[in-house]
């Protein structure tokens, strides 16, 4: 069982939809959680990091559940400027830092 | 700002020739690391530098080195490449308080 498992994808949705990203974790000591972007054959760039509380910046939400060890990200009213791959990253103190092999987004118009 | 700086962007090498990457940052990070990235997985990690003067192995450090030059300065060295090697390579720096990884623009390095 991978570490950080994501659901591929392709998400396929129309500009102003809302869309939703899970990620499981498998290390219940796990300390620190983000959601990174990577566009195509770019780097990839943090999004936002995940609180207990969940935490929202804009039009993207985000959500932490430790009892089940998962985390969601939340877009609302997609734009074409979404398209792109979403990594969930898991760190697990230390050094550990795991990351997921990626969500690909599709916005069409 | 030029934040993280890899070095080069593109590099085709045949099997057993040798090479160095190139990584630098600006931004007074203790911690570097080397990421490959390949089709269908996370990026993997291969070394780390915790700060300067120490190196630690990663997930995939097999095939490699690494050399902490300075604080700023974090190269990656393949002696013998492979073609499992072709991937695409990611340099990063980070702040230690929030784990917040800063990457370069990477390398693409095909191993024929």
């Known amino acids: 069982r991978k570490e950080v498992e994501q659901d591929p994808g392709p998400f396929n949705v129309p500009e102003g939809a809302t869309v939703a990203f899970n990620c499981t974790y498998s290390?219940?000591?796990?300390?620190?959680f983000f959601w990174y972007r990577q566009d195509c054959r770019k780097e990839p760039k943090l999004l936002m990091s995940?609180?207990?509380s969940g935490n929202e910046d804009g039009r993207f939400t985000a959500q932490l559940n430790r009892a089940s060890q998962y985390i969601s990200l939340l877009i609302r009213d997609s734009k074409l400027s979404d398209s792109a791959t979403y990594l969930c990253v898991v760190k697990t103190g230390g050094f550990k830092t795991i990351f997921g092999a990626g969500t690909r987004l599709f916005v069409k118009a | 700002n030029a934040g993280v700086t890899q070095t080069p962007k593109f590099q085709v090498l045949k099997t057993g020739q040798s090479m160095t990457l190139q990584c630098a940052q600006d931004?007074?990070?203790?911690?570097m690391y080397w990421y490959r990235q390949d089709p269908g997985m996370g990026l993997r990690l291969i070394y780390y530098s915790a700060s300067e003067g120490t190196t630690d192995k990663g997930e995939v450090p097999n095939g490699y080195n690494v050399s902490r030059l300075n604080k700023r300065e974090f190269s990656l060295r393949l002696e013998s490449a492979a073609p499992s090697q072709t991937s695409v390579y990611f340099c990063?720096?980070?702040?230690?308080?929030?784990?917040?990884?800063?990457f370069g623009n990477g390398t693409r390095l095909t191993v024929t």
């Open positions: 995940v609180y207990s």
């Open positions: 990063a720096s980070s702040e230690v308080e929030s784990g917040r990884l800063h």
């Open positions: 290390n219940s000591a796990s300390q620190s």
């Open positions: 931004m007074n990070h203790n911690s």
